[in-house]
């Protein structure tokens, strides 16, 4: 029996028992769940295993059992029992994984006309069940939506608050003391960590340290404009936890000049400036391999420092047609946010002004370079989690994630490198690996259903599917997430799309608005 066969069947099977709860998109949480005969596909590097069926009492997996082997005939009796109340999920077939960690989201962007609600829904289609805010609205707007969360009130991942350094407070921090007291606020106030941007090196350091004392969590955008003499490595010392995106680590391994080779002319504010020259940077850092190349590696390494790359969103400086051509933005991009990706020298990252093959170029050898780098701190056992930072540079939410998936991948991460890396450690990196990033008895029930295997493609895993032929030459989309559930809770992927693509086309037909290429309309 072909796999398409096989797909359709469990489709069919699987309809017939779901039913559909609140507005059609979610369903429980039960007493007692049991999702049958999956294929696991944990985030602990180990391979599939199936069948398997998957036990979750409320919002806790109790029993994770393997129930036979494949293509033969599972025997009922040795199943685990349904109790009265229970609710059985038919995943035959199926893969099942750990929910998704998004540890670069910003909920919402004001500028960006994206509210939560379409934001959550995104990342929710897409299997992420955490989410990690890097500063956002303000930490008061964050921690509410995170108590909203973990009482299921709305539908979201679970959300960790780090709050902007210096956000909220009255007047800028300028004294270490003043750093020190903004952290212990911060703190008091129920943030999980702090999100830096650069700061004067005394600051830095004050900051770092109380954080560190209090046993918060930071991550750190190395911004140019505090690069120069507080870079990542400088962060790693001081107890920085994370960094994000690349910025600070080119600086870190320069070994013949001390400051980035800026063009006389350059313009921090100036957008095309910024990008273009960040797309010269690695190449002017310590060549691969090399002695301080691999001190610094090893250095970080040393620290227990966690890589937050966020690949997807510097995608466009290599490939801009691919970015916004996107086949998802016609439905699921808000106009708002269309407007806001437009060149412009006024919003973040739309640095278009004039973007050619020149900056195109430069960029793909800069990727090079930094997939190097990635890669081989993965391998020699640092951590690599996966963020997306979404709602800029073309790059939308859940769907921007799925594509960090992919370019881990094309760093040089197996698959199941790849899915460790969304799951296990991010967990790790939020300090929460005893109770999400792996299936396993007494963690909670955070979990991703496919009904193709992720690990062979990993478009599977987009809410437009993956383009297949089948044996009768009918062109099909194979995949989507099916369900992802969060503490037991089933939510209907695809559902949760056609909720997102309803709000669209409301905003569509409000504002007569039809998405258009630059300079086209
Ligand atoms: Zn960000």
Redesign the pocket.
């Known amino acids: 029996m072909n796999r398409f066969f096989i797909y359709i069947l469990s489709l069919s099977l699987f309809t017939s028992q779901f039913i559909c709860g609140q507005e059609n998109l979610q369903e429980g949480p039960f007493n007692q769940l049991i999702i049958r005969g999956v294929t696991l596909i944990n985030g602990n590097g180990a391979p599939p295993r199936g069948p398997i069926d998957i036990v979750v009492e409320n919002n806790i997996i109790t029993k994770v059992q393997v129930v036979g082997y494949p293509g033969v005939k599972i025997d009922a009796d040795k199943r685990p029992k349904l109790k009265p109340g229970g609710k059985e999920l038919d995943c035959n077939g199926m893969y099942l994984l750990p929910g998704f960690i998004d540890m670069?989201g910003?909920i919402g962007g004001e500028a960006q006309g994206a509210d939560y609600d379409y934001v959550f829904k995104l990342w929710m289609a897409h299997g992420v069940t955490t989410v990690r805010e890097?500063s956002g609205r303000g930490l008061h707007w964050t921690l509410d939506l995170k108590t909203k969360s973990e009482k299921n009130a709305i539908i979201a991942p679970r959300v960790f608050a780090y709050t902007g350094f210096g956000q909220g407070s009255a007047n800028p921090i300028s004294t270490p003391e003043q750093a020190r007291e903004w952290v212990r606020s911060n703190a008091k106030k129920g943030a999980d960590g702090i999100k830096f941007f650069g700061a004067p090196p005394e600051i830095m350091a004050a900051a770092l340290d109380e954080n560190k004392k209090l046993g918060l969590k930071s991550a750190c955008?190395h911004a140019q404009m505090d690069v120069a003499r507080w870079n990542v490595l400088h962060s790693a010392r001081a107890g920085l936890t994370s960094m994000?995106h690349w910025y600070g680590l080119p600086e870190a391994l320069f070994e013949d000049r001390t400051v980035q080779d800026y063009p006389l002319n350059y313009n921090y504010q100036n957008e095309q400036h910024r990008f273009e020259n960040a797309g010269k940077l690695w190449e002017q850092a310590a060549k691969p391999y090399s002695k301080h190349w691999n001190a610094v590696m090893d250095e970080l390494i040393a620290l227990d420092f966690t890589l937050d790359p966020t690949f997807n969103i510097y995608e466009a400086s290599r490939d801009l047609q691919r970015a916004r051509r996107a086949e998802w933005h016609e439905t699921y991009t808000l106009p708002s946010l269309w407007e806001f990706y437009k060149p412009s020298k006024v919003s973040h990252g739309s640095y278009w002004h004039n973007w050619g093959t020149e900056q195109e170029v430069a960029w793909k050898k800069n990727y090079n370079l930094w997939m190097t780098f990635i890669n081989e701190y993965k391998n020699r056992g640092g951590r690599v989690t996966t963020g997306s930072?979404s709602g800029f540079i073309y790059q939308l939410y859940g769907f921007a994630y799925v594509r960090e998936l992919e370019l881990l991948r094309e760093a040089g991460f197996h698959p199941l490198e790849v899915i460790r890396s969304a799951t296990l450690n991010g967990a790790e990196a939020l300090g929460m690996e005893d109770k999400i990033g792996t299936v396993a008895v007494g963690k909670l029930a955070d979990l991703v259903v496919v009904d193709e295997n992720p690990l062979e493609n990993l478009k599977v895993l987009y809410g437009t599917g993956a383009i297949k032929l089948t044996d009768d030459n009918e062109i099909i989309r194979a995949g989507g997430i099916k369900y992802t559930i969060k503490d037991g809770i089933i939510y209907d992927a695809k559902a949760l799309l056609k909720s997102v693509k309803d709000m669209v086309d409301k905003e569509k037909q409000k504002l007569n608005y039809t998405i258009k290429q630059p300079g086209m309309d």
């Open positions: 670069h910003h890097p955008h994000e930072d």
